[in-house]
């Protein structure tokens, strides 16, 4: 592989995939000439006639950028990564068939709109263009011709409009509620650890000190508080089996198998928040969306503008913003009437069952039910091909059938009324694996003119739920939540929905249905004049019927202050927001940390804390040190504190963690103080916060120097943008080079606005996720918006446009964003000409 890379840079193969952005390509199935102009950044803009030449133009220029990237992912989503990369994709293609992404997406094409199938289509169409005139997989990436030796012979197949949709199920995945907190609940009460020990691990959301989405007066549920009226759930019972830990634990392996494409963990979230013109300097709304996915080179979003020449029925779109390569449209962004921004809703869409299965039966009210099977057969380049059972209940697939626990310590698990048993098995029901209609949504969404048309478009999202905030050029703005939601009987605020896997045999535990769109939360207009969204819980009402499990709410509080605190918001001051890097939650454990005795070298290290305000910025000024200290600190406290957790479930140190660790710290004698591993002696948090300040002195003293004052916070905390598949493990780093960018010094931090996070459970403090984008949309002046994305346009390494964005990305400046025809015309640097092919053209 080594020798193939120095090949590769001898004789130049790298730019032979780079695209042809100016002159003129004939391009099959065109109706009449589109133009794309592309500006500094190599943004294309895409002027056509007709929505199919728009949509087949959108296809082909998305093939240009990033076909690799799309063939990657169609590979994912249908479970076969394998076929591509080999063995390593196996698991992951397993979990994934078991799921059967690609079969719900065959359900879903023929019940869209037929408007959106014919869009799907055209895309499809313009990937298969450009597929033609590739001619070779070499020549449509550089990443082809590393793996060619793995997988010689690689043939590219047609795209078609699954393949877009498919793409919707990863992202469904990664924004589903938490389904690791779950699972995690069942393995720890297999502890000795007490259900109420257990339960102090998840708080309630403090409602006291970090404001819900939507106040009381904005809005009231309706019939969704009727669900606290169900029946009681049944006594939470201790099951003693071994095959019921082995089912879980096998449920969790392979539900972590899955690849990531967005991102999961406390750091995955987003911040989006609209102002009233009555409270801006323009006079009117101002929209600010910064999505916190997983971060990787290239980037998850793309960017285009898309533009009917002329505005009609037949071609209505004039809309730009990012989008996923491989799903025409517009994601998130704006057209000429209204903005869009999205953060995760996080409703708790998936439950697990626990089944009790017998051969090929399982109980269910008493009687014994057949399993539902099908067979598949997963392809491995370099390899024996591996055929594969998928198993079903009523619920959904086995989950529990597919990857082998790793880890079966303990002897008990807690289950929802669950009786004994000698054989069980764990399956998955998830919302996402019933056909939807989040293709139509996308397309409603880019031609909405005003609030009714958003609202209808946002009733076709089906998953995953977001937080939609709007506004418009008339001058209103609005929040409204969507998605299928489930109905479970069993759900009261004393027991939570999916709080525990529930018992399969019971049918009192099938969710009943879906929140009719009506009763999910909204508001228009509301009298405070600005609204924020940041993942933090969307009401005030105890009935959970959304989750019990929120972001905890320190951002969305952090940007609600800094707008409260704002007269008049202007432009600049959204994009500064975005930037902000003080951790509020802080300030109040500096407090008891700078009440903790220490010896005097560990003191040196612990001053930097004096008058520190939690501001965690990458530069060489105090308040760096501080935070470098501060984090190191906390880092240490999780570990000693919750030094009994499986490392898999260890603290992340996000939110959620901050909250339990400021309730533990008002019971200075709570047993999660306790280090069980120092018999005859209790240990108290005075014991485990001294033991956090010294070992976090000695660890930065190694890793930065012995001088407190030299350290800065960016040192530790710092980004690799890794390319998922050659810049993994195991691919010679002559050729992760190609494609990697590494070392990316950044401030911020977990529950930071500008939320660049980590895991406080992994080592180092190495940032795992953060904003994927940044967008200001100024409604009074659409030229005047912003934006910039985390890497760059294209998907070709050492393309100029490969990693463009990353400087300004990481400096939270932005670029311009022309939407109007003489705003893109300024702003052109090449102009590429697509006309249908002419009659002497060779077919």
Same mark, same amino acid.
């Given at each position: $592989?080594?020798?193939?890379?120095?090949?590769?840079?001898?004789?130049?193969?790298?730019?032979?995939?780079?695209?042809?952005?100016?002159?003129?390509?004939?391009?099959?199935?065109?109706?009449?000439?589109?133009?794309?102009?592309?500006?500094?950044?190599?943004?294309?803009?895409?002027?056509?006639?007709?929505?199919?030449?728009?949509?087949?133009?959108?296809?082909?220029?998305?093939?240009?950028?990033?076909?690799?990237?799309?063939?990657?992912?169609?590979?994912?989503?249908?479970?076969?990564?394998?076929?591509?990369?080999?063995?390593?994709?196996?698991?992951?293609?397993?979990?994934?068939?078991?799921?059967?992404?690609?079969?719900?997406?065959?359900?879903?094409?023929?019940?869209?709109?037929?408007?959106?199938?014919?869009?799907?289509?055209?895309?499809?169409?313009?990937?298969?263009?450009?597929?033609?005139?590739?001619?070779?997989?070499?020549?449509?990436?550089?990443?082809?011709?590393?793996?060619?030796?793995?997988?010689?012979?690689?043939?590219?197949?047609?795209?078609?409009?699954?393949?877009?949709?498919?793409?919707?199920?990863?992202?469904?995945?990664?924004?589903?509620?938490?389904?690791?907190?779950?699972?995690?609940?069942?393995?720890?009460?297999?502890?000795?650890?007490?259900?109420?020990?257990?339960?102090?691990?998840?708080?309630?959301?403090? +409602?006291?000190?970090?404001?819900?989405?939507?106040?009381?007066?904005?809005?009231?549920?309706?019939?969704?508080?009727?669900?606290?009226?169900?029946?009681?759930?049944?006594?939470?019972?201790?099951?003693?089996?071994?095959?019921?830990?082995?089912?879980?634990?096998?449920?969790?392996? =392979?539900?972590?198998?899955?690849? =990531?494409?967005?991102?999961?963990?406390?750091?995955?979230?987003?911040?989006?928040?609209?102002?009233? !013109?009555?409270?801006?300097?323009?006079?009117?709304?101002?929209l600010a969306n910064d999505p916190h996915l997983a971060l990787s080179i290239p980037g998850i979003w793309g960017q285009v503008n898309l533009q009917c020449r002329t505005l009609s029925a037949a071609c209505p779109f004039q809309v730009s913003g990012f989008t996923f390569s491989g799903l025409?449209?517009?994601?998130?962004?704006?057209?000429?009437?209204?903005?869009?921004?999205?953060?995760?809703?996080?409703?708790?869409?998936?439950?697990?069952?626990?089944?009790?299965?017998?051969?090929? !039966?399982?109980?269910?009210?008493?009687?014994?039910?057949?399993?539902?099977?099908?067979?598949?057969?997963?392809?491995?380049?370099?390899?024996?091909?591996?055929?594969?059972?998928?198993?079903?209940?009523?619920?959904?697939?086995?989950?529990?059938?597919?990857?082998?626990?790793?880890?079966?310590?303990?002897?008990?698990?807690?289950?929802?009324?669950?009786?004994? =048993?000698?054989?069980?098995?764990?399956?998955?029901?998830?919302?996402?694996?019933?056909?939807?209609?989040?293709?139509?949504?996308?397309?409603?969404?880019?031609?909405?003119?005003?609030?009714?048309?958003?609202?209808?478009?946002?009733?076709?999202?089906?998953?995953?739920?977001?937080?939609?905030?709007?506004?418009?050029?008339?001058?209103?703005?609005?929040?409204?939540?969507? !998605?299928?939601?489930?109905?479970?009987?069993?759900?009261?605020?004393?027991?939570?929905?999916?709080?525990?896997?529930?018992?399969?045999?019971?049918?009192?535990?099938?969710?009943?249905?879906?929140?009719?769109?009506?009763?999910?939360?909204?508001?228009?207009?509301?009298?405070?004049?600005?609204?924020?969204?940041?993942?933090?819980?969307?009401?005030?009402?105890?009935?959970?019927?959304?989750?019990?499990?929120?972001?905890?709410?320190?951002?969305?509080?952090?940007?609600?202050?800094?707008?409260?605190?704002?007269?008049?918001?202007?432009?600049?001051? $959204?994009?500064?927001?975005?930037?902000?890097?003080?951790?509020?939650?802080?300030?109040?454990?500096?407090?008891?940390?700078?009440?903790?005795?220490?010896?005097?070298?560990?003191?040196?290290?612990?001053?930097?804390?004096?008058?520190?305000?939690?501001?965690?910025?990458?530069?060489?000024?105090?308040?760096?040190?501080?935070?470098?200290?501060?984090?190191?600190?906390?880092?240490?406290?999780?570990?000693?504190?919750?030094?009994?957790?499986?490392?898999?479930?260890?603290?992340?140190?996000?939110?959620?963690?901050?909250?339990?660790?400021?309730?533990?710290?008002?019971?200075?004698?709570?047993?999660?103080?306790?280090?069980?591993?120092?018999?005859?002696?209790?240990?108290?948090?005075?014991?485990?916060?001294?033991?956090?300040?010294?070992?976090?002195?000695?660890?930065?003293?190694?890793?930065?120097?012995?001088?407190?004052?030299?350290?800065?916070?960016?040192?530790?905390h710092s980004l690799d943008l890794t390319h998922q598949v050659m810049g993994a493990d195991g691919v010679p780093e002559l050729v992760q080079n190609l494609f990697n960018r590494n070392d990316i010094e950044l401030g911020g931090g977990n529950s930071i606005v500008n939320a660049n996070a980590w895991n406080a459970s992994?080592?180092?403090?190495?940032?795992?996720?953060?904003?994927?984008?940044?967008? +200001?949309?100024?409604?009074?002046?659409?030229?005047?918006?912003?934006?910039?994305?985390?890497?760059?346009?294209?998907?070709?390494?050492?393309?100029?446009?490969?990693?463009?964005?990353?400087?300004?990305?990481?400096?939270?400046?932005?670029?311009?964003?022309?939407?109007?025809?003489?705003?893109?015309?300024?702003?052109?640097?090449?102009?590429?000409?697509?006309?249908?092919?002419?009659?002497?053209?060779?077919?």
């Amino acid at each position: $592989m080594a020798v193939v890379g120095v090949g590769i840079l001898a004789i130049g193969v790298v730019r032979q995939s780079f695209p042809q952005t100016s002159g003129q390509l004939e391009i099959e199935g065109l109706t009449s000439s589109v133009s794309v102009h592309r500006d500094a950044q190599g943004v294309p803009t895409i002027y056509a006639d007709n929505a199919s030449d728009l949509f087949r133009a959108q296809g082909f220029v998305s093939a240009q950028d990033r076909f690799f990237e799309m063939d990657l992912r169609r590979h994912v989503t249908a479970g076969r990564l394998s076929e591509l990369v080999g063995s390593a994709g196996l698991d992951k293609d397993k979990v994934i068939r078991t799921m059967g992404w690609r079969r719900i997406a065959e359900q879903e094409l023929p019940k869209l709109a037929p408007e959106t199938r014919q869009y799907l289509q055209a895309y499809a169409d313009g990937v298969n263009a450009y597929i033609k005139k590739a001619e070779t997989p070499e020549k449509m990436s550089l990443e082809y011709t590393v793996l060619a030796r793995r997988n010689p012979g690689y043939r590219v197949e047609p795209w078609t409009p699954v393949d877009s949709l498919s793409w919707l199920k990863a992202m469904a995945w990664d924004l589903r509620g938490d389904y690791n907190d779950e699972l995690a609940r069942a393995r720890l009460s297999r502890t000795t650890r007490s259900l109420k020990q257990i339960n102090l691990l998840y708080p309630p959301y403090p +409602v006291d000190r970090n404001q819900p989405i939507l106040s009381e007066q904005d809005w009231q549920p309706a019939s969704a508080s009727d669900q606290a009226a169900s029946p009681a759930p049944a006594a939470l019972t201790a099951m003693r089996s071994e095959d019921g830990n082995a089912a879980i634990d096998s449920a969790l392996a =392979s539900v972590n198998a899955v690849p =990531s494409s967005l991102g999961r963990g406390d750091g995955i979230g987003s911040n989006s928040w609209v102002v009233s !013109g009555s409270r801006t300097t323009t006079g009117k709304p101002l929209l600010a969306n910064d999505p916190h996915l997983a971060l990787s080179i290239p980037g998850i979003w793309g960017q285009v503008n898309l533009q009917c020449r002329t505005l009609s029925a037949a071609c209505p779109f004039q809309v730009s913003g990012f989008t996923f390569s491989g799903l025409p449209g517009v994601v998130i962004g704006h057209n000429d009437k209204i903005a869009w921004g999205m953060t995760n809703l996080g409703p708790d869409v998936t439950d697990f069952y626990l089944e009790q299965v017998s051969g090929d !039966g399982y109980l269910r009210d008493g009687l014994t039910k057949p399993l539902e099977t099908r067979q598949e057969v997963i392809k491995v380049a370099g390899g024996a091909d591996v055929p594969l059972t998928v198993r079903s209940t009523v619920h959904g697939p086995i989950m529990s059938d597919i990857v082998p626990a790793i880890d079966a310590a303990g002897d008990r698990s807690v289950v929802r009324g669950a009786p004994q =048993s000698n054989r069980y098995a764990v399956s998955l029901a998830w919302t996402a694996l019933t056909p939807g209609t989040t293709a139509d949504a996308i397309f409603a969404l880019n031609r909405a003119t005003n609030w009714s048309d958003f609202r209808k478009a946002a009733a076709l999202f089906s998953v995953p739920s977001q937080n939609l905030v709007y506004a418009d050029t008339a001058g209103h703005i609005g929040y409204q939540a969507p !998605g299928k939601i489930p109905v479970r009987r069993s759900a009261t605020p004393a027991a939570p929905p999916g709080f525990w896997p529930s018992p399969g045999w019971d049918s009192q535990w099938d969710w009943k249905g879906y929140v009719p769109f009506d009763d999910l939360p909204n508001t228009f207009d509301p009298a405070e004049g600005f609204i924020v969204t940041a993942n933090q819980a969307v009401t005030a009402s105890p009935t959970p019927f959304l989750t019990s499990e929120w972001d905890y709410g320190f951002r969305a509080q952090r940007i609600r202050t800094l707008l409260a605190a704002t007269p008049k918001v202007s432009p600049e001051t $959204m994009s500064q927001i975005q930037g902000d890097t003080r951790n509020t939650y802080a300030p109040g454990l500096v407090e008891r940390l700078l009440a903790v005795q220490v010896d005097d070298f560990t003191a040196q290290a612990q001053r930097l804390l004096r008058d520190w305000d939690g501001n965690q910025p990458n530069d060489k000024t105090r308040d760096a040190a501080s935070a470098a200290y501060y984090n190191a600190v906390w880092k240490h406290l999780l570990e000693y504190t919750f030094d009994e957790l499986p490392p898999d479930i260890a603290p992340d140190g996000g939110s959620r963690w901050m909250v339990v660790m400021e309730q533990l710290l008002k019971d200075p004698k709570n047993d999660w103080w306790d280090d069980k591993t120092t018999p005859g002696v209790t240990e108290g948090s005075g014991e485990i916060l001294k033991r956090a300040l010294v070992e976090a002195r000695l660890d930065l003293a190694r890793e930065l120097g012995k001088v407190p004052a030299t350290w800065r916070w960016g040192r530790l905390h710092s980004l690799d943008l890794t390319h998922q598949v050659m810049g993994a493990d195991g691919v010679p780093e002559l050729v992760q080079n190609l494609f990697n960018r590494n070392d990316i010094e950044l401030g911020g931090g977990n529950s930071i606005v500008n939320a660049n996070a980590w895991n406080a459970s992994k080592p180092g403090y190495d940032v795992t996720s953060g904003p994927s984008m940044r967008m +200001v949309v100024d409604l009074g002046n659409l030229d005047a918006s912003r934006w910039v994305n985390s890497t760059g346009q294209s998907g070709h390494a050492y393309d100029d446009h490969y990693s463009d964005q990353i400087d300004a990305w990481a400096a939270n400046e932005t670029f311009g964003w022309p939407f109007s025809a003489t705003a893109v015309r300024e702003a052109t640097d090449d102009e590429l000409t697509l006309v249908p092919p002419s009659p002497t053209s060779n077919p």
